[in-house]
């Protein structure tokens, strides 16, 4: 069974750091491409950054681009997103999404989702 | 950026009745040399985590119920539910993932009466 399980998010305060985890398991984690997408409080689904199986292709949103940065651990079976200059505006529940093919973005399989909550 | 345009933003049905929703893209999401359309949908039930329900327009995923239906080319794309479930309460997404950025509609509200 895919389970991919996030952790790290919590209250913190604009413009400090935060580190996503999301340990995945049931699926051979190397072979796959991984997605970070969020969605604020009540709000809609927005994809954030993207991870090819061997890191080799990284692409971000816009509104993350030179703040987050999306990596990976394929022996430790985990993706990661390092979150910087946080702001308000990032107040997100985020989730963790397994990609369905190589250069297929759709998302078959998603974590629970982790807060993160950027406030003073 | 494509922009996805989903309406209507919420609708009301009956248990058994069909539904339709209806995803617009700003840019068309057939690729010429596969002949694929790159939409997807998904389904969010209250307090859940988003479930992939079709990908490539029209394919539904594995244990997805036969009542849920993609159809549509090119810029428009239509989900119908043949027959509306009590389960079926949820919101509703589509998502392109033609080009980066990939980007979701705002979704159709469910609602059961």
């Known amino acids: 069974e895919v389970q991919l399980v996030e952790s790290g998010g919590g209250l913190v305060q604009p413009g400090r750091s935060l580190k996503l985890s999301c340990l995945a398991s049931?699926?051979?984690?190397?072979?796959?491409?991984m997605n970070w997408i969020r969605q604020a409080p009540g709000k809609g689904l927005e994809w954030v950054a993207s991870?090819?199986?061997?890191?080799?292709?990284?692409y971000y949103a816009d509104t993350v681009k030179g703040r987050f940065t999306i990596s990976r651990d394929n022996a430790k079976n985990t993706l990661y997103l390092q979150m910087t200059s946080l702001r308000s505006e990032d107040t997100a529940l985020y989730y963790c999404?397994?990609?369905?093919?190589?250069?297929?973005?759709?998302?078959?399989?998603w974590g629970q989702g982790v807060m993160v909550t950027v406030s003073s | 950026d494509i922009v996805m345009t989903q309406t209507p933003s919420s609708q009301a049905v009956s248990a058994g009745e069909k539904v339709t929703m209806s995803c617009k893209s700003s840019?068309?999401?057939?690729?010429?040399?596969?002949?694929?359309?790159?939409l997807a949908w998904y389904q969010q039930k209250p307090g859940q985590s988003p479930k992939l329900l079709i990908s490539?327009?029209?394919t539904r995923e594995s244990g997805v119920p036969d009542r849920f239906i993609g159809s549509g080319s090119g810029t428009d794309f239509t989900l119908t539910i043949s027959s509306v479930q009590a389960e079926d309460l949820a919101v509703y997404y589509c998502?392109?993932?033609?080009?980066?950025?990939?980007?979701f509609g705002s979704g159709t509200k469910l609602e059961i009466k």
């Open positions: 999404a397994r990609q369905g093919g190589v250069w297929d973005y759709y998302f078959d399989y």
């Open positions: 049931g699926f051979t984690f190397s072979n796959y491409g």
């Open positions: 991870i090819s199986s061997s890191s080799s292709y990284i």
């Open positions: 840019q068309s999401l057939l690729y010429s040399e596969n002949k694929k359309n790159y």
């Open positions: 490539w327009a029209s």
């Open positions: 998502e392109q993932y033609y080009d980066t950025p990939f980007t």
